[in-house]
């Protein structure tokens, strides 16, 4: 009897084994799932063949407009407005220029329509099956884990319920016959060295698929970070440090005040704020554009974007994961449009869109502004016969010069502009009383009755009729003072040109 109640003690403890191996390796692989949903980077997966988006995060979710449940019965060609020609230019367009992404407009579930950059890489899912992952940034203001895994997870568990319903049918048989103990004691054995093994398969999976999903990752040319908030050491892979010129040994072991120290430090104050934003409201996912000091000493752009991936027993986050990608590029382009749209680009003075910004915030400040300021408004006195005589090239290069001429003439902290043809303003600014102004218009006066040698057989002789109006003896707002200047100025035509009035 004792060798019986020992037997079964074994039995027991064996038993006890296999649901604590059951349940790690159930653990290990809802931790992917995890990952996979909570991840930051906008990500779905698509069946090339049929536009089917098969998969698709709550990053995503949030990003679109849908549910995730939606998003996986629709197809991509729901969301990409391109046509099929615009499609099939792009992709000849990226082959040219040996991109590794495509530049797409996707339509949100609010009918707006954003541009964006999308990465893809094809993935296998199963012998001669391939799906698309593209990972997408909006570029106009990971995904996680794909489906094979959450199949897999939902195969093992059937796995171990059938094993279950297998152990408890043997139960009966177990207790009714004491007498081959021993026999059921080795099929037990042979039973926990099975799942043993299928526990080993299952690690060498899970490994096999975060060492995939680190290759998408490199493939996409992402930048993936992971800060230890108590510690404050910061973990990255090869592609972040590659992004500023160095390798990851270089700046290993990275801290907060290492990071700080890379970044420009006009970004420093915003970058503390929306991190100190995101700890504090901690459902919200950071995302930051900042100035990265490169190895070589110039400036790169850069998306940051994260989330708070773990929390301690009260709550407190201890831990912030996220990518980071290069986007130099994107910024320059935006940076130029920006110029375009507030620079004349003849002259490269401020344009009239410009002139105006800076006076509707110098009315702002005026209530707290003890000083005056002035509007100047120009007229150039012959433009008209020189372009006629000489042709539009003359025409342009004497507008150059102009421009030149007039930034020369008034202070640095003052703005000047070309409204237009060959009408100019300038915007005074901290007027103390109003000869300081008369002084002014007086160095634009002779500065411009100065000869313009521009190649020509005979040098150019033009003058300037200015007008000027003074904040607030001639108005209060912004369209008021414009007029009041450029009635001024009409004045100074009639009374013989190259002259100035200031408005009544």
Partial sequence: MPVLKRCFTIYVCLILLFFSLQS???????????????????????????????????????????????????????????????????????????????????????????????SSAPVSVEPGKQLLFSLITDINNLRSAEDNLWHYQNRLE???????????????????????????????????????????????????????????????????????????????????????????????????????????????????????????????????????????????????????????????????????????????????????????????????????????KTLANAPHDPSQFAVMFIDLDGFKQVNDQHGHHIGDDLLIEVATRLQNAIRHSDTCARMGGDEFAVLLYHIEEMASVSIIAEHILTNLRLPFDLGLDQPIHISCSIGISLYPENSKNGKGLVQQADNAMYEAKKSGKNSYVFAR
């Fill in 158 to 360: 059937e796995m171990v319920d059938q094993q279950m319903a297998r152990l408890h049918a043997k139960e009966f048989f177990i207790y009714s016959l004491l007498g081959v103990t021993i026999l059921s004691l080795i099929s037990t054995a042979i039973t926990l060295g099975y799942l043993l093994y299928r526990r080993r398969q299952s690690a060498q999976k899970i490994y096999q698929e975060k060492e995939r999903l680190n290759d998408i990752i490199w493939g996409t040319h992402a930048g993936t970070w992971a800060w230890e908030i108590v510690s404050g050491r910061i973990h990255i892979n090869d592609r972040w440090a590659e992004m500023l010129g160095y390798t990851r040994d270089e700046l290993e072991p990275l801290s907060l005040d290492l990071w700080m120290d890379l970044a420009h430090p006009e970004d420093i104050e915003q970058t503390n704020a929306k991190i100190a934003y995101c700890l504090a409201h901690q459902g919200h996912a950071y995302e930051n554009e900042v100035r990265m000091r490169h190895k070589l000493g110039d400036w790169v752009w850069v998306l940051d974007r994260g989330r708070i991936a773990a929390w301690d027993e009260s709550g407190n986050p201890l831990k912030m994961c996220g990518t980071r990608q290069d986007i130099s590029q994107e910024k320059k382009v935006s940076l130029q449009l920006e110029h375009m749209a507030l620079y004349d680009q003849l002259t490269n003075l401020a344009n009239r869109t410009l002139f105006y910004n800076h006076l509707k």
């Fill in 24 to 118: 790690q390796a159930n653990n290990m692989i809802k931790t992917i799932d995890q990952a996979f949903d909570n991840h930051p980077v906008t990500m779905l997966l698509i069946d090339p063949a049929t536009g089917e988006i098969k998969a698709a995060n709550q990053a995503a979710s949030e990003y679109y407009g849908y549910s995730k449940n939606k998003l996986v019965t629709m197809r991509i060609q729901q969301i990409n407005v391109l046509s099929p020609e615009a499609i099939a230019a792009e992709r000849e367009l990226v082959r040219k220029e040996n991109r590794n992404y495509f530049i797409f407009r996707h339509r949100l579930s609010n009918g707006s329509i954003r541009t964006v950059k999308v």
